[in-house]
């Protein structure tokens, strides 16, 4: 299976640079840049929005989670409500490195002469 594909235009994606993972509800999708923004004005509700994992966002979300993570499994603060938390906040680090293997290290970090679409 090729994951390399656009689940919008169902296009190849050919560099990291035009990539963004995005997550809804247990599901990581690749998307090309242009086309996640398409899906973003088409979504209406906030059940169904897609969040990026990659980038900026998901960058600053996962390393806040891993703090809280840390924190929670690291010290006593709420006792067990707070392993629970921790448990939870493992989630979108569980994305990002998901996002990572499956998308992103599969593609070349920059093509310099691609073609345009």
């Not at 499994?73 to 990002?96: E, H, K, M, Q, S």
């Not at 970090?109 to 691609?114: L, Q, T």
């Amino acid at each position: 299976m090729n994951t390399n594909i656009c689940r919008y235009c169902y296009k190849e994606i050919r560099d990291r640079d035009e990539l963004i993972t995005a997550s809804n509800w247990f599901r990581v999708r690749p998307y090309h840049y242009r086309c996640f923004e398409l899906l973003e004005h088409d979504t209406k509700t906030i059940a169904g929005a897609w969040t990026p994992v990659n980038g900026l966002t998901g960058m600053v979300t996962t390393v806040l989670m891993l703090i809280l993570t840390v924190l929670m499994f690291t010290t006593n603060l709420l006792g067990f409500i707070g392993d629970i938390l921790g448990l939870v906040a493992l989630y979108p680090i569980f994305l990002r490195v998901f996002s990572f293997a499956v998308f992103e290290s599969r593609l070349p970090k920059y093509v310099e002469n691609k073609k345009r679409q």
